[in-house]
């Protein structure tokens, strides 16, 4: 069963939080490119453990006063996309990588192309920092909660120099 509950921010305007009983499996934006349908079975329950700890973590990024999660997480996807969901975990906070350097990491250094889909299919954005994954010229590529989003969370991050980020863990 998954509980969800949404959260509403000035700056990224209201996003969806799913969570298993354990972890934390959705973070969604209102026009979320890849974002979910709500199924009847889940629970709306904004009293959730995980889905509370998930909502105050985020509303302190984006205040500035976080760099770093550690709401448990998980997500499910196929092979590939879980080792591009596991290395855009390990970029760090305020940096930024390009598609191929993802791929690259992710040991396909020639499937530039679908290791940008599987970024655009991230379901934890935000903690699972896709936003930080450029462009091969430097520009921003895209993203599933649109670009000027995208500029958002990364102006957050460029403007606390002194930060760094602890990889999520799945």
Not at 88 to 100: M, Q, V
Request: net charge positive; with cysteine.
């Amino acid at each position: 069963m998954k509980s969800y509950t949404y959260l509403k921010t000035q700056m990224l305007g209201e996003l969806l939080l799913v969570a298993t009983s354990t972890h934390l499996v959705g973070i969604y934006f209102s026009n979320h490119k890849n974002g979910p349908k709500l199924p009847g079975v889940w629970k709306l329950d904004a009293k959730h453990p995980i889905l509370r700890q998930a909502d105050r973590e985020l509303e302190e990024y984006l205040a500035g006063q976080r760099n770093s999660f550690s709401v448990p997480i998980s997500y499910d996807g196929t092979d590939f996309q879980n080792e591009i969901w596991k290395q855009i975990a390990r970029i760090p906070f305020g940096g930024t990588i390009t598609y191929s350097e993802l791929a690259r990491k992710a040991g396909a250094p020639a499937a530039i192309r679908a290791a940008g889909t599987a970024t655009g299919r991230n379901p934890l954005s935000i903690i699972v920092p896709c936003h930080r994954v450029v462009g091969k010229n430097g520009g921003m590529g895209g993203y599933a909660g649109g670009l000027d989003r995208k500029k958002s969370l990364l102006k957050i991050e460029t403007s606390k120099e002194n930060f760094r980020l602890e990889p999520a863990t799945n």
